[in-house]
T-cell receptor, first 111, second 114 residues
Framework: DTEVTQTPKHLVMGMTNKKSLKCEQH?????MYWYKQKAKKPPELMFV???????INESVPSRFSPECPNSSLLNLHLHALQPEDSALYLC??????????FGSGTRLTVV | TQLLEQSPQFLSIQEGENLTVYCNSS?????LQWYRQEPGEGPVLLVT?????EVKKLKRLTFQFGDARKDSSLHITAAQTGDTGLYLC??????????????FGKGTKLSVKP
């Protein structure tokens, strides 16, 4: 299995909702990432987990809460988001072979 | 702060033409990757270059890593409409350690018209 699987593919949520994004990989990669990507822009790093520990938080607002339950899973919990948080959220993993494996992303719309 | 300057930002060409995309930095990278992204999908890794001066070919795509590991280029020969997409370069910092953190260029939006 050489994939990173993200669910759901699309999500529409209100500003008072709580939702979670999920990411799963079974390549044995020990570094996993959350990126946010706005239209026509490159991905922006949000969080880095290394060996299941949060190692980097790029000054992301607390309405985004990451979680790494085990070495294969990465969650992003969302609460009280704003419309400007609408974006493509990408999960990626890195196995030390220089390149990332990205998931297909979750297209999030906040209404 | 390490930066990767990618150019051009937009490129619209006719099928059959050649093109080159550039990534430049004042910093040294231990490796550099090129990705291609379709709308609404995640980036897909095309190639990783590691050694200064390295050249890699992937069918009609040629990737080059500068001797000093500060710059890279992607050359496409005889572009096809299927090459249309967003091309991203990303460098791994020399101190990347065990996390593999990447620095992305701003991307090149390529449109190949029939």
């Amino acid at each position: 299995d050489t994939e990173v699987t993200q669910t759901p593919k699309h999500l529409v949520m209100g500003m008072t909702n709580k939702k979670s994004l999920k990411c799963e990989q079974h390549m044995g990669h020990r570094a996993m990432y959350w990126y946010k990507q706005k239209a026509k822009k490159p991905p922006e790093l949000m969080f880095v987990y290394s060996y299941e520990k949060l190692s980097i938080n790029e000054s992301v607002p607390s309405r985004f809460s990451p979680e790494c339950p085990n070495s294969s899973l990465l969650n992003l919990h969302l609460h009280a988001l704003q419309p400007e948080d609408s974006a493509l959220y990408l999960c990626a993993s890195w196995g030390g072979n220089y390149g990332y494996t990205f998931g297909s992303g979750t297209r999030l719309t906040v209404v | 702060t390490q930066l990767l300057e990618q150019s051009p930002q937009f490129l619209s060409i006719q099928e059959g033409e050649n093109l080159t995309v550039y990534c430049n930095s004042s910093s040294v990278f231990s490796s550099l990757q090129w990705y291609r992204q379709e709308p609404g999908e995640g980036p897909v890794l095309l190639v990783t270059v590691v050694t200064g001066g390295e050249v890699k070919k992937l069918k009609r795509l040629t990737f080059q890593f500068g001797d000093a590991r500060k710059d890279s280029s992607l050359h496409i020969t005889a572009a096809q409409t299927g090459d249309t997409g967003l091309y991203l370069c990303a460098g791994r910092a020399y101190y990347g350690g065990s996390q593999g953190n990447l620095i992305f260029g701003k991307g090149t939006k390529l449109s190949v018209k029939p």
